[in-house]
């Protein structure tokens, strides 16, 4: 906090600040503020935004796979004694499992078993198999009439059946397989089933003037059961109106107390954006949305005396639900992808290349201080206008560095342009949005000729290159490696020479 507090005197504007402190004793519109109750950080947002998360559990098939006399592991094995000592270690994974409710169909071990196996797994959202012997594959193969993703865990000496799996996938079936000693890893082969069934539950509110483009509605709903609800500025402005005046002072309350600065900002704006948080919340539970993106510039919301919506944003993406600017439903969805697949939200950018170093750079007027996920230390920030028309509010974040950062976009319904770098510094420059990321990364050049699709990346912290893989394998989803792949030969990207979302 100390290194933060003295970098930010290097940022020119700052000089006409003031210390949250002073800033707060000189608002009178704030100063009954100083006497409501400080939340703690940690809880919080997560207790105000609980109504808006999906509570059901997972569904998920469990199903042994295994015959008495394989040759692998051994010549004989006793069935049930494996299986026990499987549901012994899994119980151990209670607490990283409390979301998945498993249809448990016991040991499979001929096509008797297989046919009541699959009466019980019809509603499941995918299928762990539990690989225990060599000689299963036939069974595993006819869980594919299901129309379910399968996912095979399997432990070093079990048998081969790790090597037929590629072939599977060539003919589309949708199975991936974890090869691993470590029954940990259990809780790794089911994260893509997570993220299958949030996303189709999930409801994402669109507003702008005009309603989202009704094709790319459907193509969502229908590959991944996502819900697209557009909504026009006057229902947006009758919310912000009828935001509970306490809910905003003690929101506008939080953000000065916790904030390391307060620069341009007048107590009024922040009282604005903390309205603008109240009524996209209870937008969203009217509409039992997990999201929001919306036309924030376009839509002229400070000339209409309403806040931006900034600060908000950072509430609902801190808790992994998603505020996203600039009506932007491809990064909304890619964001929704990486929550629900790996627990961390996103920091959508506008990227910025410096071949000098090998960099991108990635700035934006929303950072989430809690990119690491909801339980992590939050990130310091400075409360700043937005950058681009100076006005209303929005963050100014020291986000972390010295770790691997995810690059990714998904475009259409099948397409995750996706690359990984390493985070080496957030400046703090008065040039750009207010809040960014370098990233240094290998092959700059390939990146700078083979951009498309859009202005737009989404940032999300740690390498997630095998979770990426098996969700995509399992929602024939193809991965274009930003960096690597020759993009120019790919149909169905979008090549529009002007600048935008």
Request: hydrophobic share 40%.
């Amino acid at each position: 906090m100390n290194a933060f507090n003295q970098e930010s005197k290097k940022v020119s504007s700052c000089s006409q600040g003031c210390s949250r402190r002073q800033f707060m004793m000189a608002s009178a519109g704030l100063i009954a503020v100083a006497n409501l109750p400080v939340f703690g950080k940690s809880t919080i947002d997560k207790e105000q935004l609980s109504e808006l998360q999906i509570k059901s559990k997972i569904k998920v098939g469990k199903m042994y796979v295994g015959i008495p006399t394989p040759g692998w592991p051994m010549h004989q094995v006793d069935l049930n004694a494996e299986v026990n000592r499987y549901e012994q270690e899994i119980s151990k994974l209670s607490e990283k499992l409390a979301d998945i409710e498993f249809i448990d169909v016991g040991l499979v071990s001929n096509k008797t078993d297989l046919a009541k196996a699959k009466e019980k797994l019809k509603d499941v959202t995918g299928i762990l198999v539990l690989h225990l012997t060599l000689g299963t594959g036939n069974l595993i193969y006819e869980l594919f009439e299901l129309n379910k993703p399968v996912m095979i865990f399997t432990m070093p000496y079990c048998g081969h059946e790790w090597h037929i799996v590629p072939s599977w996938q060539r003919e589309g079936k949708p199975v991936d397989i974890v090869p691993s000693s470590q029954f940990a890893d259990i809780v790794e082969a089911i994260k893509p089933f997570r993220a299958i069934q949030r996303l189709m539950e999930t409801r994402i509110l669109h507003v702008n003037y005009d309603e989202a483009e009704p094709k790319y509605c459907t193509s969502i709903k229908e590959k991944f059961g996502t819900q697209i609800i557009s909504i026009r500025l006057p229902e947006l402005q009758k919310a912000y109106e009828e935001a509970s005046e306490e809910e905003v002072l003690a929101d506008a309350n939080r953000w000065i107390q916790e904030a390391e600065k307060i620069v341009e900002p007048t107590n009024e704006e922040i009282k604005k954006a903390a309205r603008m948080y109240i009524g996209m919340k209870n937008l969203m539970r009217n509409y039992g949305a997990q999201a929001i993106t919306m036309n924030c510039l376009g839509m002229g919301l400070i000339d209409k005396n309403m806040g931006y919506p900034c600060l908000g944003f950072v509430r609902l993406n801190n808790v992994l639900l998603a505020g996203v600017c600039e009506a932007d439903l491809k990064s909304t969805m890619t964001q929704l992808l990486f929550s629900y697949l790996v627990g961390r939200t996103g920091f959508v950018t506008d990227p910025m290349f410096d071949i000098s170093n090998s960099t991108i750079i990635h700035a934006h007027c929303v950072a989430a201080t809690q990119m690491k996920g909801p339980d992590t230390e939050p990130s310091p920030y400075i409360i700043r206008s937005h950058l681009e028309d100076n006005r209303g509010v929005s963050l100014q974040v020291r986000m972390p560095v010295g770790e691997k950062v995810t690059m990714a976009r998904l475009i259409g319904t099948d397409f995750l342009l996706y690359s990984v770098g390493e985070a080496i510094d957030s400046p703090l420059e008065e040039r750009g949005c207010r809040s960014k990321l370098t990233v240094k990364v290998e092959n700059v050049d390939n990146f700078l000729y083979n951009w498309s699709s859009g202005l737009h990346r989404v940032i999300i912290y740690g390498d997630h290159t095998r979770d990426v893989e098996r969700y995509c394998r399992l929602m024939k989803i193809k991965i274009l490696r930003e960096g690597i792949d020759n993009l120019h030969q790919v149909e169905g990207l979008l090549w529009n020479p002007y600048v935008h979302a």
